[in-house]
Nanobody, 127 residues
């Protein structure tokens, strides 16, 4: 099992940037891919971005493509999400999660493909 702790959320204005971090422990970080999901009030949790175990491949939801960037530092056991040009509709609780399969080269977007989740960090974007 992996323990995940997100940080970096906060209250910002539209157009600002934030970088979320997800520190992992308890499992070989370099062997599995990871993803970011988010849940806005009254809405279902949705896929935001994911990256493979090696960090070489990534994928994004259309709503964040070109504005967000996911990265994975295997030496620091940390996942990042750089969020630029933030919009009020990006307001949500952001969660990081680990993919079930080790050394998986496919970008997984379904929640059931992930097994460990962090507690979430709140991002609020004011207009």
């Amino acid at each position: 099992q992996v323990q995940l702790v997100e940080s970096g959320g906060g209250l910002v204005q539209a157009g600002d940037s934030l970088r979320l971090s997800c520190a992992a422990s308890g499992r070989a970080f370099s062997t599995f891919g990871m993803g970011w999901f988010r849940q806005a009030p009254g809405k279902a949790r949705e896929f935001v971005a994911a990256i493979t175990w090696s960090g070489k491949n990534s994928n994004y939801a259309d709503s964040v493509k070109g504005r967000f960037a996911i990265s994975k530092d295997n030496a620091k056991n940390t996942l990042y999400l750089q969020m630029n040009s933030l919009k009020p509709e990006d307001t949500a609780v952001y969660y990081c999660a680990t993919m079930r399969r080790v050394f998986d080269s496919i970008i997984r977007v379904g929640e059931n493909e992930y097994d460990s989740w962090g507690q979430g960090t709140q991002v609020t974007v004011s207009s």
